[in-house]
């Protein structure tokens, strides 16, 4: 399976010209802990967390008027919508991200993908694959 049958396209984005304030604001108010930073073309450039903010500006004393660029974290590492899954969670655990922008052929954003969206899909695979084992047992024991 691929990662644009996961992935979620309702992404909140913000370019390099925010604040750390504004960015901050925008994740509290869409319920997100990240957001994707694009360059004037609609290309992924940074991530910043609500772990780069209490780290890496909170901790160091920085003011909240910091640009998002002198914290985000980059580069960032994005895959093509043809990626498969299995491939994509292999990639962010030996990068240690648990989010991913996906990106189409011309490298713009399109969707981003989550360690909970492969989870949660693998779960249902799992409960899938075990109501398939039920059904045989259920049908050899008959």
């Not at 984005?13 to 609609?42: I, Q, Y």
């Not at 772990?51 to 004393?61: K, P, S, T, Y």
């Not at 895959?79 to 994509?88: A, C, G, K, Q, S």
């Not at 655990?93 to 991913?100: G, I």
């Amino acid at each position: 399976m691929l990662v644009d049958a996961i992935m979620n396209t309702n992404v909140v984005t913000v370019t390099r010209d925010h604040t750390v304030l504004a960015a901050a604001r925008l994740m509290r108010e869409e319920s997100v802990g990240s957001v994707v930073v694009l360059d004037d073309h609609g290309r992924p450039i940074g991530m910043l967390t609500d772990r780069d903010i209490a780290v890496g500006l909170v901790a160091e004393g920085g003011s909240a008027d910091t640009p998002i660029d002198e914290i985000m974290s980059t580069p960032v590492y994005a895959v093509p919508e043809n990626t498969l899954i299995f491939d994509l969670l292999r990639e962010m655990s030996h990068r240690k991200v648990h989010r991913v922008p996906v990106i189409d052929h011309e490298k713009k954003m399109i969707g981003i993908c989550s360690v909970d969206d492969a989870l949660l899909l693998l779960t249902t695979e799992l409960v899938n694959v075990a109501d398939v084992l039920g059904h045989r047992t259920r049908v050899l024991d008959a």
